[in-house]
């Protein structure tokens, strides 16, 4: 809730291509017999909001004016390590790995980052689009 002529900023993922070595995760968990990510994909409303074109309606929609909205690529370089330390620690690998007993969790990480190991530098950069808006309630 906002006042009259308060202001609302949204940030949300545009254009996502997958993180470095998603399909690598995908594949090794599903080969070491983890259960399937549990989290409802009902949920997940990322595409109301996925454009510039989407979050301006939104806005506009709840009521807010004078929207503005810009894009931006953005670029993040990861190494191995950091993308393992990652991926374990949000995300649909890391609640996956944790259905396979320890020893099955170890081998299945030991695989992943054995396979991200002979990504190129270029494969493990990570190219988001990020749409940021900010508008104003009505006075």
């Known amino acids: ?13 545009g254009d ?5 070595g998603a399909e690598v995760w995908t594949q090794e968990l599903d080969a070491s017999g983890a259960t399937p990510d549990a989290r409802d994909p009902s949920t997940m409303q990322h595409a109301l909001m996925d454009s ?3 979050l ?3 806005l506009g929609e709840c009521g807010f004016v004078d929207v503005q ?7 993040h370089p990861f190494t191995v390590t950091g993308l393992i330390e990652l991926a374990l620690g949000v995300g649909i690998a890391s609640r996956r790995i944790k259905s396979l007993p320890d020893e099955q969790a170890a081998t299945c990480r030991a695989r992943v980052a054995e396979r991200l190991c002979g990504l190129s530098a270029e494969e493990l950069v990570y ?5 940021w808006a900010y508008g104003t309630a009505p006075n």
């Open 69 to 75: 909205v810009r894009r931006a690529r953005c670029e």
């Open 52 to 54: 510039p074109e989407k």
């Open 1 to 13: 809730m906002l006042r009259p002529g308060g202001a609302i900023g949204v940030v949300v993922w």
């Open 56 to 58: 301006t309606l939104l």
């Open 127 to 131: 190219r988001p689009e990020v749409i």
């Open 16 to 20: 996502d291509a997958a993180m470095p």
